[in-house]
């Protein structure tokens, strides 16, 4: 079984940590040092929210087909539907 998001996240961190007090400890931390360090994190959790975004959406567009497919879906669902602005502004009839 994988890591979970947060758990890759948190390795991520400490990681970065853990680099900034080698640099620290060698005298060679520098702002750059530092700035590179967050710019890591920031990609890798970037990443991680896009992944589990993706993940989200598709999980969530398998129920619907299933539903629509008549594979029915746990405690049923009512179709709702919602007026739609034209082009022009007016609402009409969805």
Known sequence: MGMSAQERLVDVVVAAVEVAAEAG??????????????A??????ARIA????????SSGWREAMAFVSGGGGEGGGRV??????GGDGEVTPG
């Not at 400890?25 to 967050?38: F, I, K, Q």
């Not at 896009?50 to 959406?57: C, K």
């Open 25 to 38: 400890e060698s005298g060679t931390y520098t702002a750059d040092v530092g700035r590179t360090l967050g």
């Open 40 to 45: 890591v994190v920031a990609k890798v959790g």
């Open 50 to 57: 896009v992944d589990g975004e993706a993940r989200g959406f």
């Open 80 to 85: 709702v539907r919602m007026p739609v602005r």
